[in-house]
């Protein structure tokens, strides 16, 4: 983080330096942290005045070029240009004052405002430029309560300055909020009468071009003496860096989300823009921030939210003991992080995983009575979110009514009404929907109703039945935000199963949710496009799997075959494939782990690489995925191995460099957003900080995408050749990979092994953070289907 602090003045020159030891146990705020001991890096989130190495510089170099490489189309720059209020009129329009926080660090930076020196003869007069809705004002007015002190305070925003004024906190004789744009002139304030201007985060909100004439506008409201004090954006700050394409405007000057601007200064830069003006400089120094983000670092984002929780089960003595006993040198932190893995992490990914897409959501129940399966229902969804259920048969549907209220199931709204007389389109609420119709029961013991003494169905009866059924789930998915259906009968015969299916299938509303649709969905949720239809179903075709031939088509029942060879088509299978995908996955996925920490040892990488390719994080990738919904195969439910052959069998379809993507995207996460692969990480970070690596942010060398890809072997070599650095002082007893990748994977006793046994040349390990992304190609060329994120759909 890098921001501007300038004083300049109408009178003599003064110069002061801020900078000074802080003894850190009795100062911890911003300013005064300074990095003097390196071994304290850890002590705070920050520090103060720190210089960037020069890896930093050259990351930095390529990422403005990146952005001016996408700017900002002329015609929404102009569009802005004309109207820059208007943009902020509707962020406080949609924010109100709950937006920003109040800005208290104003009493320590800007301390003249509040010293015996800054009376004068008369009363104080100060101008708060951009005041918003008082972020700056309120603090002032709190801090100072002398009726000796009075503020002017102005902004682009009517909205911001209605705000502020009906605050309480604002007295109206000490304040005078007005709107005021301060690139024109005005006569709300009268010339040479103000002590004091504060410009806190508000020139860089002005377009360069018009810096000036706002900055005369300003000088000629100050007394003679008067002081102008400036906080904003220094050059290259992080918030600089973040930007993305269609950002860029000119050089330093950026447009936000948005729409408001954004300008980076350089302390150069704004005393010579000063100096035009007649200004003398009292001071003008740049602050330069590392963030390091210890909680990443020590622990993980998601441990920081829990900690107080974590602190006091840490604290109950069987816990603590345990800890101890097992981990005598364990520290705090590193007990928390346990502790977070054991309550919050992959334990409890696995407990909940499979809930998250039922809680709280709408489902319909087409016929529902007697109830068991509307009340299995509610169970799932832990009574949260609404069940419709509907059945025509009113003696029934009190059975299902007295079930519910024995199960204390709240959520369901019972309905005496025939389903296909319901209104659907009222229902757009509902995204999950069961349907069980009437059926002949042929598959249920001892229910003979309908058959005659040679086991043959009553064919009029059937044929009745599926008709029913045909209509019943027609009906069922015409519901407009349908996601998932469920179709189930008590019944083996052919014509109320696959038949009904078949007949739905050919309706014309509904032929979009057939097996050829979903994998033309897959292709796009997998990034890959134009991988053709028959790769993707060859890869998801397990072994066991075959069509039906045992029965004509059309027929009420199966009519099974002497000789079922003959009937069986078997299709082409998946299984050559996994060897090839076992391959491409494991020398991507070791390739991209020495890539980012050239200095960790060899069986450091391999345990690694082991257990993100453990069943656990293939599982959370297939269930991401939604493979488990697309997988043909004999089984059901599909096993582990059925999932993950198709898994491994769909990156030996693809080509190595769309493989890359995909275990980018897939396997290895942005660092903290997924549970599981926090464990990994916190086991590189503390081994980093035993090898005093503290260099932030830690990236890639080779951090152009583009150049990236291209890069797998390069990085390689270079870490092949750091490790015969290294060679000499490892010791050959190490851990074998096969050691190292025993589970659970110990960070601790890991880093505190290598710590005695490896002792690296220093260097820069590095970490790419990705981000997920769906690309599906050109707008023009895509169907409709393909604009949203499409979702896996059973029948």
Known sequence: ???????????????????????????????????????????????????????????????????????????????????????????????????????????????????????????????????????????????????????????????????????????????????????????????????????????????PCRLKLAILNLVRLLKPGGILMVKDYGRYDLTQLRFKRDRFIDENFYRRGDGTFVSYFTTEELHALFAQVGLERIQNIMEKRLVNKRKLLKLCCEVAKYRPLLLKLYKQRSVSNYLLKTWPNITCDEALFLLYEFTFGRLGMKRDGNDHQVKSSFVMDVCAAPGMKTTHLAALMKNKGKIFAFDRNAERLNLLQKMSKNANARIIQAQCIDFLQVDINKFTQ??????????????????????????????????????????????????????????????????????VIFEVLEDVGISDRNYTSEIFAFSHRLGISELDHESIVKALTNKSFFERKDVEEGALYPQPSMDEEVHIMKNESNEDLREKGEVIFRHILLSYLRAHWPLAPEEFIIAVAMHLASSEVLAQIINHLGIQHLVRTGEFPPSEETLQTALLALLASIDVAKARNFIRNFVLPPAGEQPWVALDLASQNALLRIWKVLDEPRVFPFKCENVYELRFEKAQKANHSLMDIVAVDTDVGLYSPEELAQDPLDPVDMTRFYQKKVNPELGLPHRKRLRHMFSYGSIMRRPRRSMVKPQPHNI
């Open 1 to 207: 983080m890098i921001s501007e602090i300038v004083e300049f003045s109408l009178m003599d020159c003064k110069i002061s330096n801020k900078k000074q030891d802080v003894d850190l146990d009795k100062e911890s705020i911003f300013g005064q942290r300074f990095l003097n001991d390196e071994t304290r890096v850890f002590e705070y989130n920050a520090w103060d005045d720190v210089d960037w190495p020069d890896e930093k510089e050259k990351e930095i170099k390529n990422t403005i070029e990146l952005q001016q490489s996408h700017p900002v189309d002329d015609k929404i720059v102009a569009d802005l240009l004309d109207t820059p209020n208007k943009q902020w009129e509707t962020f406080y329009l949609s924010h109100g004052n709950k937006f920003f926080m109040n800005r208290k660090w104003v009493i320590r930076e800007f301390s003249e405002l509040f010293s015996e020196n800054s009376a004068t003869d008369g009363p104080i007069r100060i101008l708060d430029v951009g005041c918003g809705v008082g972020n700056t004002t309120i603090p002032i007015i709190q801090a100072t309560n002398d009726s000796n002190l009075f503020i002017y305070c102005c902004d682009y925003s009517k909205k911001a300055v209605e705000l502020l004024r009906s605050d309480k906190r604002v007295p109206a004789n000490r304040c005078h909020p007005f709107v005021w744009d301060i690139t024109e002139n005005t006569d709300q304030v009268p010339e040479e009468s103000l002590d004091y201007i504060l410009c806190v985060f508000v020139l860089s909100a002005i377009a």
């Open 430 to 499: 509902v995204e999950y929907a069961l349907v069980d119709p009437p059926c002949s029961g042929s598959g249920m013991v001892k229910r003979g109703e309908f058959f005659d003494e040679f086991e043959q169905p009553n064919t009029e009866r059937i044929k009745s039945l599926a008709n029913l059924q045909a209509m019943i789930l027609k009906h069922a998915l015409r519901l407009p935000s349908l996601r998932r259906l469920v179709y189930s009968t008590c019944s083996i015969n052919w014509a109320e199963n696959e038949g």
